[in-house]
């Protein structure tokens, strides 16, 4: 493998099961750490992106925060990924834009089973939530997806190794799965 890389990854409207299915790389990280800095990720403390060579992003966009550090991710990454069913389309978040974003709100915070002292939070500090879950190609370009909810740890080392040894990368067939 030749130079280190250096990798950012964040999750937006995800389950972090993606950043989860990467960590079952297990030994692996050991040999991916020896080629891979990491940069703003839930697995540093760095609270922005700074000039990386990869982006992997997980989940799909559902608040303007999302919005934002999606945007912060594209101008600072070379190669940008939707990783996992979220970040390609919406995923399973998106079921919600069959329904009205007054009625989650209302079920969530309001009449919901056991809500207690009803109120729709709407502290400045708070993001506003989009009208729809979108997938993240609806807001910027992105480069490469990796398929599954979540993608297997092997989708992670095959992208990346091809990457790291100045390959196109290209997923086998057996790779390639959407749940
Ligand atoms: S694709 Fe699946 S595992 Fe990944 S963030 Fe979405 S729900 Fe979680």
């Given at each position: 493998m030749a130079n280190k890389i250096r990798v950012a990854t964040t999750s937006l409207a995800g389950c972090f099961g993606c950043h989860m299915s990467f960590l079952d790389l297990d030994e692996r990280l050991v040999a991916l750490a020896e080629h891979v800095e990491f940069d703003r990720?839930?697995?540093?403390?760095?609270e922005h992106c700074s000039n990386c060579d990869i982006g992997l992003i997980e989940g799909g966009v559902c608040n303007s925060e999302n919005v934002h550090t999606l945007r912060e991710f594209r101008k600072n990454c070379k190669i940008l990924v939707a990783v996992g069913a979220c970040a390609i389309?919406?995923?399973?978040?998106?079921?919600?834009?069959?329904?009205?974003l007054e009625e989650c709100l209302s079920e969530a915070?309001?009449?919901?089973?056991?809500?207690?002292?009803p109120q729709i939070p709407s502290d400045i500090e708070l993001p506003l939530l989009l009208d729809k879950v979108r997938p993240i190609h609806e807001v910027v370009k992105i480069d490469y997806y990796l398929p599954g909810c979540p993608p297997s740890a092997d989708v992670f080392w095959k992208f990346l190794t091809d990457l790291l040894e100045g390959r196109e990368p290209e997923l086998d067939y057996e790779l390639v799965h959407f749940d």
């Open positions: 990720s839930p697995i540093t403390d760095i389309n919406g995923g399973l978040p998106a079921m919600r834009n069959f329904i009205p915070y309001l009449d919901g089973i056991g809500v207690e002292n």
